[in-house]
């Protein structure tokens, strides 16, 4: 079974190719400004769990893990956690994002990623996850339902597939996405 990132569900959900370029044409990447938010984020997260739309999940009392590794076997999927909140019923997956903008399905789909190994490593069912907004010290709450976890697992299928049959995808239907991708330069067709 070919081995993935839950990286690259967020990837595939924003564009198939940018997935393509990364495992069968490694290519050099535009450089990307990618900021050392470790530190600031324990303290923050402080803010985040006393605000009253998260403190229903009791996430407070939670265990916080930081920079937390989970991989799945049976799935051949892993990923790095920005931060695990184990209460004692439930796991939260929490994603942070240098970004004043909503989340999008990509970042569900990050989520759901998680939350399948979780599910699968610790036999239980995680039913949400958080994106946290580092530049507007908020969070915003995904439900993590099944019709989204096998969307999540047929995701992973077609990863699979493409990089098995080397089949390049076609350009992403929104080219709005193109402008600011790292892989424009190596998409001939896009404009
Ligand atoms: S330039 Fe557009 S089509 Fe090409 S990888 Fe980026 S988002 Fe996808």
């Not at 450089?31 to 229903?56: C, N, P, V």
């Not at 009392?61 to 076997?73: A, L, M, N, P, T």
């Not at 907004?133 to 299928?157: G, R, T, W, Y």
């Amino acid at each position: 079974m070919i081995p993935l990132k839950v990286s690259d569900l967020k990837q595939y959900a924003y564009c198939p190719r940018v997935v393509y370029y990364q495992y069968l044409m490694p290519v050099e990447k535009k450089t990307t400004f990618k900021m050392d938010y470790g530190k600031i984020e324990e303290a923050r997260i402080d803010k985040l769990e006393s605000r009253r739309k998260l403190k229903r999940y009791g996430i407070s009392e939670g265990e916080r893990i930081f920079h937390h590794w989970i991989s799945s076997q049976r799935l051949g999927l892993s990923g790095k956690l920005d931060l695990l909140i184990k209460t004692e019923k439930e796991y939260f997956p929490v994603d942070f994002k240098f970004t004043d903008g909503k989340p999008q399905r990509n970042h569900v789909y990050q989520l759901c990623g998680y939350a399948l190994i979780l599910d699968d490593v610790h036999q239980t069912k995680v039913t949400k996850g958080f994106v946290y907004l580092i530049p507007k010290d908020d969070a915003v709450i995904f439900e993590l339902s099944d019709p989204l976890k096998q969307d999540a697992v047929k995701m992973i299928n077609d990863i699979r597939e493409m990089i098995g049959t080397e089949r390049m995808p076609p350009v992403v239907e929104n080219r709005n996405k193109c402008y600011d991708c790292e892989y424009r330069n190596y998409c001939g067709d896009v404009f």
